[in-house]
């Protein structure tokens, strides 16, 4: 099982900007269906998309986050770095490098080297 898409509200004023940040982590702009993208604009990577919701007032959660596997990291978050974007080294636990950066609508962004391997059950 894997997750699909995970949707993100953001004002349509932060669009353009949006899209642009995913194209930095390898997303591209792909058409919703119907009447779909009359309410979001759609950015997709291999089988998983982040659906950006139109909202006059968005909620940004402050430390909920979606999480990205890059295998260029380093290449990627130097680009996030060029274009502007705070990046944060984090802890390596699965010993591979991550960090968090924020989009230009303030969503909490992970950028992973490499998933971490299957883990314990509890």
């Keep these: 099982m894997t997750i699909h898409h995970v949707s993100l509200e953001t004002r349509r004023g932060d669009l353009d900007a949006e899209v642009a940040f995913w194209a930095l982590l ?17 950015v997709q990577s291999g089988g998983t998309q982040i659906h950006l919701l139109h909202a006059d007032e968005p909620v940004v959660a402050p430390d909920g986050h979606v999480a990205v596997v890059c295998p260029a990291f380093e ?29 230009p609508g303030g969503h909490k962004v992970e ?5 971490p391997g299957e883990l314990p059950r509890v």
């Excluded at 779909?36 to 604009?41: H, N, W, Y």
């Design 26 to 42: 390898g997303f591209a702009q792909v058409q919703p269906p119907g009447e779909l993208g009359e309410r979001s604009t759609w």
């Design 75 to 103: 290449e990627t978050t130097e680009a996030l770095r060029e274009a502007g974007f705070a990046v944060e080294a984090r802890t390596p636990y699965w010993g591979a490098p991550r960090a968090f950066t924020r989009s």
């Design 111 to 115: 950028v992973m080297a490499a998933p």
